[in-house]
């Protein structure tokens, strides 16, 4: 069975770097499928911000495009996401999920999530 | 602002049916797979719903996905408290080069 597991900073201060990693268990990322990003402010909708597939094709949502980064570990099976310039509007749970394709299937699984806080 | 649109809230009785919209366009429903997610309150999504119609394996088949131009539909029958979640939309879009959800639904069993 896979399992994925967000890891970060919890909290961080205004125009900081927001480092996050997913440790996938189950799978190895270098076999295939299509790693990405979600967040979702309190109370609010789930927002897309990228992914990533191991061949180096990498999509990011255009909103975000200009402060985001993606890479991949293949050796300790992970991979991680860096959002530079963090605002409050920053403040989120982020998920990690895995996807066959970019036009076809579910995302899934989902990591169990990890709330990031931006405040001074 | 999500390029799909959910309604807010939906309701009905334990053992009903209700159904959940998701509008979008010809650049991304219109023309690509629909996944459907359900988040229980504190937890992470879980899809429900793929390729348009697809269920995952352990999803009862009282849930249900179809899709009709640029508009798609999840449908739950035999409504169960634990239906109890928000449900959100998800394709990917073309224009955007980026996959979108919509705006989510809340499901309330009266």
């Known amino acids: 069975q896979v399992h994925l597991q967000e890891s970060g900073p919890g909290l961080l201060k205004p125009s900081a770097t927001l480092s996050l990693t997913c440790v996938v268990s189950?799978?190895?990322?270098?076999?295939?499928?299509?790693w990405g990003w979600i967040r979702q402010p309190p109370g609010k909708g789930l927002e897309w911000i990228g992914s990533?597939?191991?061949?180096?094709?990498?999509y990011f949502n255009p909103s975000l495009k200009s402060r985001v980064t993606m890479s991949m570990d293949t050796s300790k099976n992970q991979f991680s996401l860096r959002l530079t310039s963090v605002t409050a509007a920053d403040t989120a749970i982020y998920y990690c999920?895995?996807?066959?394709?970019?036009?076809?299937?579910?995302?899934?699984?989902w990591g169990p999530g990890t709330l990031v806080i931006v405040s001074s | 602002q999500s390029v799909l649109t959910q309604p807010p809230s939906v309701s009905a009785a334990p053992g009903q049916r209700v159904t959940i919209s998701c509008s979008g366009s010809?650049?991304?429903?219109?023309?690509?797979?629909v996944s459907w997610y359900q988040q229980l309150p504190g937890t992470a999504p879980k899809v429900f719903i793929y390729?348009?119609?697809q269920r995952p394996s352990g999803i009862p088949d009282r849930f249900s996905g179809s899709k009709s131009g640029t508009s798609a539909t999840l449908g739950i029958t035999g409504l169960q408290t634990g239906d109890e979640a928000d449900y959100y939309c998800?394709?990917?879009?073309?224009?955007?080069?980026?996959?979108?959800f919509g705006t989510g639904t809340k499901v309330t069993v009266l």
């Open positions: 010809s650049s991304n429903i219109g023309n690509n797979y």
């Open positions: 999920a895995r996807r066959p394709g970019i036009y076809v299937g579910g995302l899934d699984p």
């Open positions: 990533l597939h191991h061949s180096g094709n990498t």
């Open positions: 390729d348009n119609n």
């Open positions: 189950g799978y190895s990322i270098n076999s295939g499928y299509n």
């Open positions: 998800g394709t990917w879009d073309t224009s955007l080069n980026t996959f979108v």
